[in-house]
């Protein structure tokens, strides 16, 4: 069975960094990719970032990019999504996805809906 566990979440403060963990087991990953959504309270789950396992491709939504960074670890079956220069409006729970996709275009990388497996989420909190 595919599990997705997620940590690295906490509360931080406005300028502050954090690095999520994703562990995946269960199965094989290579051929997937591997996203992260986020959802605020009363909003939408809004795409974050996706890598290719393996690392070969990467997609950042526009207000993460420059701040945000997809990492993985093929070894540990973990992929990470650093976050460095957080701001209040990052806050919300984060969520790690796997796609058994191995080329998504940028579309489909971004959409939920194309995701097969979801972790629980871990809460992110930056306060001003």
């Known amino acids: 069975q595919v599990q997705l566990v997620e940590s690295g979440g906490g509360l931080v403060q406005a300028g502050d960094s954090l690095r999520l963990s994703c562990a995946a087991s269960g199965r094989t990953f290579t051929g997937y990719t591997m996203g992260w959504f986020r959802q605020a309270p009363g909003k939408e789950r809004e795409f974050v970032a996706a890598?290719?396992?393996?690392?070969?491709?990467?997609w950042y939504a526009d207000s993460v990019k420059g701040r945000f960074t997809n990492s993985g670890d093929n070894a540990k079956n973990t992929v990470y999504l650093q976050m460095n220069s957080l701001k209040p409006e990052d806050t919300a729970v984060y969520y790690c996805?796997?796609?058994?996709?191995?080329?998504?275009?940028?579309?489909?990388?971004?959409?939920?809906?194309?995701?097969?497996?979801w972790g629980q989420g871990t809460q992110v909190t930056v306060s001003s």
């Open positions: 996805a796997a796609m058994r996709n191995s080329s998504p275009n940028t579309v489909q990388a971004g959409q939920a809906v194309n995701y097969d497996y």
């Open positions: 890598i290719t396992w393996g690392g070969t491709n990467t």
